[in-house]
């Protein structure tokens, strides 16, 4: 699987902004996808995650009712629809491929396939 990152860019606080990730290859469709973030300076943090099918999505505290995920398998994209943007958002986002269940979905070792990413700045 490969994964490709798109959407970020500046914004100021309050703004809404929606992340892109177009997957290659078979496993996507069967695979549940998601999102983590890399703030300068810090670690990559999980941000969210839906299942393959779509009908189960969560996320961490901190953007749960401000950002949404979700998928679309007929074009192997799974998006992040981020709103009400604070400067506390600002971060590299890398969409990710779930390929253990062992662990807790905020362990970076449950996810792999990391790509480029796609920066996000959230500042007036």
């Known amino acids: 699987v490969q994964l490709q990152a798109s959407g970020g860019g500046l914004v100021q606080p309050g703004d809404s902004l929606r992340l892109s990730c177009a997957a290659s290859?078979?496993?996507?469709?069967?695979?549940?996808m998601g999102w983590f973030r890399q703030a300068p300076g810090k670690e990559r943090v999980f941000v969210a995650y839906?299942?393959?099918?779509?009908?189960?999505?969560y996320y961490t505290r901190s953007v749960k009712g401000r950002f949404t995920i979700s998928r679309d398998n007929a074009n192997d994209t799974v998006y992040l629809e981020m709103k009400v943007l604070n400067p506390e958002d600002t971060a590299v986002y890398y969409c990710?491929?779930?390929?253990?269940?062992?662990?807790?979905?905020?362990?970076?070792?449950?996810?792999?396939?990391w790509g480029q990413g796609t920066l996000v700045t959230v500042s007036s």
């Open positions: 990710v491929v779930r390929v253990l269940y062992d662990g807790s979905p905020y362990n970076t070792n449950q996810w792999s396939y």
């Open positions: 290859g078979r496993a996507f469709r069967s695979s549940t």
């Open positions: 839906i299942s393959s099918t779509g009908e189960t999505e």
